[in-house]
């Protein structure tokens, strides 16, 4: 019984280090998302704003890259506790995608026919 307290107590461990880095990661995140969105718009309510559209396409590129790498990391420790998320759906697609490369991706062989 020792042995598997022992590998149950480290299994606990990892798990709550993974809980650990996902909470820490999505914190980082989420912040740094409100942060942007509430300079955006404390920046609105000033005319100057609105001269150019680079201000707020900068803005939503930041928020979109930052949200991708955070679901990223937080997948990737998930994951590496074995209690990642999986869309069935997605996965489907992915996979008829993957064979479809395969396919797209694999060289014909003509078969050489001689008439003599």
């Known amino acids: 019984m020792p042995k598997m307290t022992k590998a149950l107590d480290a299994d606990i461990e990892k798990l709550g280090v993974a809980i650990n880095m996902m909470d820490l990661l999505s914190q980082e995140a989420f912040e740094s998302i409100t942060m942007i969105c509430n300079v955006c718009l404390t920046a609105m309510e000033k005319p100057e704003f609105w001269r150019t559209a680079d201000t707020i396409a900068t803005a939503l590129l930041t928020i979109r890259d930052r949200a991708a790498d955070a679901m990223n990391s937080i ?3 998930a994951e590496e506790a074995g209690f990642n998320h999986c869309d069935d759906a997605s996965r489907r697609r992915h996979d008829a995608r993957a064979v479809m490369m ?4 694999t060289p014909v062989r003509l ?3 001689s008439h003599g």
């Open 111 to 113: 078969a050489v026919v």
């Open 102 to 105: 395969d396919v797209l991706t």
């Open 75 to 77: 997948n990737c420790e």
